[in-house]
């Protein structure tokens, strides 16, 4: 069996760890020109208390490959995938979660539930709880089905405070929220307004690869300012382990 | 639609090449189809395009023509939309929208590991990437690597010697050999395994052709395994390249007498190895997929 540390080792050569700083959105850690934060948090709907992406995922390269591999593809290559993903994830947890409660004025979560999909269909079979539920040390234990796909009609890649329906009443309980990717943005915050109306409390949100273009204005020289390799010592809400 | 047709699109689409190739594989397994791609292009290029008839049905049609000519001469096209296309290779990001393969590519061939190196290689460096060969062999690994003078025909030859599969992975087109000493191994690799290029048949050597084909080697495989290699070596971009696919490298310790191979040494997912028995152990382990341990 492999370890956390040796298979999500495999991906510290490409992850890209986003650091907080002039430049840099402090809700989704998209790079901006001087603005506090990105275009997208500016003019979306902020339900999240914290944001935390694990690595950048820059289109078409290895990360945004696997984020959207292990969800397209079947067979053998997926399941590897998918057990990569999950030692990312657990590996990230072990070391940060305490840092994630802190950044959303807490100590842990109570619950951990994933952002399903927009569409429903592939909502009922989706890999993602399966590594949150099943591969995942930290999450497994805690993991909990929160949300459905309504039946509401509404455009798949925006904010809709509908699209997701609460499984059951949250009675004040945290949630650690966790998603593959981050784009805009809409469909975490979705299911944020989601989880707030069944009456969660703290909702932080960890996803594994903030999608960027290299090509959009100074994104290629930003992300080759980034560290590498990733240092799994840090993370993007304390980057300091001491303080 | 048929497959066929699917290929054939695929074919038509690269042969226009008005995209990079690799953008191809996304775009294609996007869709779930190359011919709504294609007719996405020829409609944007096209317009009204059924007052002149049917161009993406014309184009599909000479394709397939094409497709059938090769297959007659023993080339087989795999597209990404292929339930054939190699497992391991549809995991990296710059797969190539299809590979021509000479021979049978077997399902148990994704259990494979590429086994690279020097050209010119020492007596050491040989029987090194020997006995790895045989350690793959042994363990039911299929040993892939370039069909190059040196390390690569070592392998390539000690794993047909012990009985198993080997598979190279070449910088032409499959029509052409490089360097041409070693048609004769290409055709014997063909008739008793296989192998693969992602360029046009009668493609020739290029500047860029190995480094691509290096990609295309580590993406195939489980991992990479440099024998001897100095700084300027294809060999030594495979395992930078192997390393961004998320594929461990391992390199043979002797490697270590050369700088680059001591800062390579450094990196997260490197091992360095006295022992052919490492590598097997280290692949098996990182890609069993039942679950994960602390």
New interface residues.
Partial sequence: ????A??S??????MMGPRPGPDVCTQCFNFTEGFPRCYACTHGESWLDTVVPISYSVA???L???LA?YK??D???A??????L??VL?RYL?AHERCVARASGGERFELVTTVPSSDRARDERHPLRRVVGE???PTRDRHERLLRRSAAAVPERAFSAEKFEPARPLEGHSVLLIDDTWTTGANAQSAAAALRRGGAGRIAAVVIGRHLNREWRHNDRRLRGLAR??DWSRCAVHSDPDA | MPVQDESAALVALLRSGRQPWQLYADLVEEAGSAIAVLERECGEQAGQASLFGDPVRERISRAAAEIEAWSAEGMRVLTVLDPGYPENLRGVHDRPPLVFAAGRLEEGDARSVAVVGARTASARGLGAARSIAEQLVARGFTVVSGLAAGIDTAAHTSALACGGRTVAVIGTGLRRSYPPENAALQRRIAAECAVVSQFWPDAPPSRRSFPMRNAVMSGLTLATVVVEAAHTSGSRMQARLALEHGRPVFLVATLLEHEWAREFSQRPATHVITRAEEITAIVERLTSTGELVA
């Fill in positions: 069996m492999p370890t956390v040796e298979l080792g495999l991906y510290s050569n490409f078409r390269e290895q945004h490959h696997a591999g397209r593809l067979g053998e290559v399941r590897r995938l998918e057990v990569e999950a030692a657990w072990a591969l995942c040390g390799p990733f």
